[in-house]
């Protein structure tokens, strides 16, 4: 069935220094969208943005990312880590095949940037 | 921005009683989910719901499981009767329409613990 990997469960970074957070997914449709959640303590996920087309990227309050069917993947980047940025963020999977809304979310990664 | 409102944001009840979640969803929203998280693991899907219906429910969707949304009243998650494993936070979301196209925005979640 559809998955979504986050291989890292928490990453520790410095303020200033540049994040990356790992995505790849696995499902059977051609044509999957990929989504970044935001969720901050004690409030409600948030998107944070979703893919467009094959190899473009897309970007968000700072945030980039760029589907890449060839690799599977939906890494997400900024160029420097703010410590408003420590949060928990989830990889999502919508395959496309489901016109009905489903999501698949991956396990999160908690960003934690300390000073 | 839109908030989906949920409650109660904590509920702690004995295991084989009745629960009701309760959400109140974007005002324009027609497209209403719920998705199941334990502790330590992934968010995930259980069911979504449209114009009075069921569209589309995981195998998480017990047959102990309903959802209603009387009269554009709360959406609601009934568990009835409750077991241990029922024991996660509970996230409700809507959407405007499906797909791509309809950021689902979800609900600050309702922790369930079953004794």
């Known amino acids: 069935g559809d998955s979504v990997t986050q291989t890292e469960g928490l990453v520790t970074l410095t303020e200033g220094l540049p994040v990356m957070l790992n995505c790849t997914y696995q499902?059977?449709?051609?044509?999957?969208?990929l989504f970044w959640y935001v969720h901050y303590l004690n409030e409600s996920p948030r998107l944070l943005l979703k893919s467009s087309t094959d190899n473009k990227r897309t970007e968000h309050q700072g945030f980039h990312a760029t589907l890449h069917k060839s690799s599977s993947s939906f890494h997400l980047q900024k160029s420097s880590a703010q410590l408003s940025d420590s949060a928990l963020y989830y990889c999502a999977l919508s395959d496309g095949g489901s016109a009905l809304g489903r999501l698949h979310f991956g396990a999160g990664t908690q960003l934690i940037v300390i000073p | 921005g839109p908030k989906v409102l949920q409650i109660p944001s904590h509920q702690i009840i004995d295991m084989g009683q009745m629960v009701t979640l309760n959400c109140d969803p974007v005002s324009n929203h027609l497209y209403f989910y719920w998705y199941k998280q334990i502790l330590g693991q992934q968010m995930e899907f259980l069911v979504n719901f449209y114009n009075g219906k069921v569209m589309e429910k995981s195998k998480l969707f017990k047959d102990q499981f309903s959802v209603e949304r009387p009269d554009g009243s709360y959406f609601t998650l009934k568990i009835q009767p409750t077991a241990l494993e029922d024991s996660a936070v509970y996230f409700c979301?809507?959407?405007?329409?499906?797909?791509?196209?309809?950021?689902?925005?979800f609900g600050p979640g309702t922790r369930l613990t079953v004794l």
């Open positions: 499902t059977i449709y051609s044509n999957p969208f």
């Open positions: 979301a809507s959407s405007r329409g499906l797909g791509y196209y309809a950021e689902q925005f």
